[in-house]
């Protein structure tokens, strides 16, 4: 199937680490995708892994790739209140027309509380 | 440099009309894609443009067409709009359309059709 599954809240703690996890389904797949979507507003991409890469760090965000069990995490260290919002992952599939597509999750709404 | 451009930012239609929404990319990008965020089907591919021609298309009826222009701007239009049609409409530019560019998005257009 297509889907790209995700759990659909978690709250934590300001200052606490917040781990979101999600699995895919396309093995074929080359870049996975974080995006954040805050209220009312369009999705603002975080980062981004290559599909040969198990590990990648930027600032206070974390992505781990398990590509055998295909499942893709984003951990976010010292979660403040503006973290707040919901987290989509995308998985960037090529189409036999030559382009791409993103498949996106169901997103997890993030809730940090003071 | 400025990010994706999408207008109108909110829009109001009566079933039966039809509907034109606007896309600028990012300066030097020439790859536009769109999709469709409702809270029942999550964010759904609508198609892709590369250099005016469209690559892909979703599952979609043919009431939801697209063009791009040379300038890369992009529109897309919604015919004999249905109530089903209320979503919020996001466009998504990045440089080329091979596997290793960013998508960047915008803010979206939201659309209710009453």
């Known amino acids: 199937g297509e889907d790209v599954e995700q759990s659909l809240f978690l709250s934590v703690r300001e200052g606490d680490s917040s781990v979101i996890n999600c699995t895919y389904t396309?093995?074929?797949?080359?870049?996975l995708y974080w995006y954040k979507q805050e209220p009312g507003a369009g999705l603002q991409l975080l980062t981004y892994?290559?599909?040969?890469?198990d590990m990648k760090q930027d600032q206070r965000l974390t992505v781990l790739l398990n590509k055998k069990d295909k499942h893709l995490s984003l951990r976010i260290a010292d979660t403040q209140t503006g973290d707040s919002a919901i987290y989509f992952c995308?998985?960037?599939?090529?189409?036999?027309?030559?382009?791409?597509?993103?498949?996106f999750g169901t997103g997890t709404q993030l809730k940090v509380e003071l | 440099k400025a990010g994706v451009t999408q207008t109108p930012r909110y829009l109001i239609k009566t079933r039966g009309q039809q509907v034109t929404l606007s896309c600028s990319p990012i300066?030097?990008?020439?790859?536009v894609s769109w999709y469709q965020q409702t809270p029942g089907q999550g964010l759904q591919f609508l198609f892709e443009?590369?250099?005016?021609?469209?690559?892909n298309k979703g599952n979609f009826p043919g009431r939801f067409s697209g063009r791009q222009f040379s300038n890369s701007r992009s529109e897309m239009n919604v015919s004999t709009l249905e109530l089903g049609d209320s979503a919020l409409y996001l466009c998504?530019?990045?440089?080329?359309?091979?596997?290793?560019?960013?998508?960047?998005f915008g803010q979206g257009t939201r659309l209710t059709v009453v």
């Open positions: 892994i290559f599909s040969n890469m």
């Open positions: 396309d093995s074929s797949s080359t870049y």
């Open positions: 300066s030097g990008h020439r790859s």
């Open positions: 995308a998985e960037k599939r090529v189409l036999t027309g030559g382009g791409n597509k993103l498949t």
């Open positions: 443009y590369f250099s005016e021609t469209q690559r």
């Open positions: 998504a530019s990045s440089w080329a359309t091979g596997g290793s560019t960013e998508a960047f």
